[in-house]
T-cell receptor, first 112, second 112 residues
């Protein structure tokens, strides 16, 4: 596609529920990243996928967070048993290595 | 201490002013320096990309990197109301698939 597509754009969920966030990167971009942006905070790295290599999960804040990337393309970030502190904008980006990122518009997650 | 420090502002200037945005960093391994612009409820978009020290100019925007001082700047000449956005500095050492560390962002308002 022409850009990075994320869905849903907004998600309101009850505390304790599981949520899935989807990212469709730019075709031909081998790397995909998930970041989290909380109010007044910078972008916090979560996870990175590159081709068929093992993902870099060093930024995932707890074992309630997981992500997968199928067929080297679409990625899903899953948050289990959501907590109020999980409320944030979740941003996905893709790039060719050595180039800057192209971001999606993000998923705004609100846990009530 | 954060790896990347950026004054969150807000910074308010009149139309036509020269704007200076700055970041400091602590990791001397950073080689790639970027500025992203983020409009409200949108993902960040890459504005400037530089490698190592020096200046880069693109239209009304100039990026400067001083690796000896671990200090980077973005200058906006003849600022316009459409420049009102949050500006995030970002940097990478090129490893980990170009994993990028972001500043917290500076909110800029350009008044007509």
């Amino acid at each position: 596609g022409a850009g990075v597509s994320q869905s849903p754009s907004n998600k309101v969920t009850e505390k304790g529920k599981d949520v899935e966030l989807r990212c469709d990167p730019i075709s031909g971009h081998t790397a995909l990243y998930w970041y989290r942006q909380s109010l007044g905070q910078g972008l916090e790295f979560l996870i990175y996928f590159q081709g068929n290599s093992a993902p870099d999960k060093s930024g995932l804040p707890s074992d309630r967070f997981s992500a997968e990337r199928t067929g080297g393309s679409v990625s899903t970030l899953t948050i289990q048993r959501t907590q109020q502190e999980d409320s944030a904008v979740y941003l996905c980006a893709s790039n060719r290595i050595g180039y800057g990122y192209t971001f999606g518009s993000g998923t705004r997650l609100t846990v009530v | 201490q954060k790896e990347v420090e950026q004054d969150p502002g807000p910074l308010s200037v009149p139309e036509g002013a020269i704007v200076s945005l700055n970041c400091t960093y602590s990791n001397s391994a950073f080689q790639y320096f970027m500025w992203y612009r983020q409009y409200s409820r949108k993902g960040p978009e890459l504005l400037m990309y530089t490698y190592s020290s020096g200046n880069k100019e693109d239209g009304r925007f100039t990026a400067q990197v001083d690796k000896s001082s671990k200090y980077i700047s973005l200058f906006i000449r003849d600022s316009q109301p459409s420049d009102s956005a949050t500006y995030l500095c970002a940097m990478s050492d090129g490893t980990g698939g170009f994993k990028t560390i972001f500043g917290a962002g500076t909110r800029l308002f350009v008044k007509a």
